[in-house]
């Protein structure tokens, strides 16, 4: 979350970035972003021998928390620094990112198997 956090406050203006130029491309690395904290977030709590409802509820916690953080870090960069600007779409790429990534990590080790 630190990476995360110093990423979306640190101005990269006058850094050479330009070679990247993907329609939209910040969304797609919020979402990469929060995705992989839930995942993080999901293989910890699982490590500590997470099962039944406590270890929904905790899953539920994680993608709340992202969510929150991810609307806190864009009212920061809107309020408190000078080259970034705030966006309800970034908090929405955020946001799906965070429920992405726990679910996809739930269906990973949660599912019925088809194939034996």
């Known amino acids: 979350m630190v990476f995360v956090t110093f ?3 640190y101005s990269f203006e006058g850094d050479d970035l330009s ?22 977030g999901f ?16 899953l539920m ?7 929150f953080f991810g609307i806190i870090i864009e009212v ?7 080259n970034r600007s705030g ?8 946001s799906m990112g965070a429920i992405s990534g726990v679910s996809a990590m739930y ?3 949660y599912s019925q198997r088809w194939l034996k």
Request: cysteine-free; charged content about 15%; overall charge negative.
């Open 76 to 82: 920061v960069q809107e309020r408190f620094t000078m």
């Open 7 to 9: 990423s979306s406050l």
């Open 107 to 109: 269906f990973l080790f």
């Open 43 to 58: 293989l910890f709590f699982h490590e500590q021998k997470g099962t039944g409802a406590l270890f929904r509820n905790v």
């Open 87 to 94: 966006d309800v779409f970034d908090a929405l790429a955020n």
């Open 19 to 40: 070679s990247f130029n993907i329609p939209h491309g910040d969304k797609i690395v919020h979402f990469v972003f929060y995705f992989v904290a839930a995942a993080l």
């Open 61 to 67: 916690l994680i993608v709340v928390f992202l969510m």
